[in-house]
Nanobody, 115 residues
Framework: QVQLVESGGGLVQAGESLRLSCAAS????????VRWYRQAPGKQRELVAG???????NYADSVKGRFTISRDKPKKMAYLQMNSLKPEDTAVYYC?????????WGQGTQVTVSS
């Protein structure tokens, strides 16, 4: 059974940075695709960034150049470095793991950016 635990969220001012972490337990983390999603109040969950087992990354247009996704396979950790945060980045951020056609989600971590 795979479990994901996010951490690192908080309240920051616009222009500041945060780094989210996702700790995975169980499963074969090395072959998984890891994605970060976010959901703001009243909005649909949206894909923020993803990284494949081979290290290929993709980003939503709204975060390109500001956010960086990374992973540490031996530690079974994934990260989302968020710089130049904007109020519109305020949301609950979720870590998602796709492995062997199965989908796993963390409980989410709140990010609030004040103007």
């Amino acid at each position: 059974q795979v479990q994901l635990v996010e951490s690192g969220g908080g309240l920051v001012q616009a222009g500041e940075s945060l780094r989210l972490s996702c700790a995975a337990s169980g499963g074969i983390f090395g072959i998984a695709t890891v994605r970060w999603y976010r959901q703001a109040p009243g909005k649909q969950r949206e894909l923020v960034a993803g990284i494949t087992s081979g290290g290929n990354t993709n980003y939503a247009d709204s975060v390109k150049g500001r956010f960086t996704i990374s992973r540490d396979k031996p530690k079974k950790m994934a990260y989302l470095q968020m710089n130049s945060l904007k109020p519109e980045d305020t949301a609950v951020y979720y870590c998602n793991l796709v492995m062997l056609a199965a989908d796993y989600w963390g409980q989410g971590t709140q990010v609030t950016v004040s103007s």
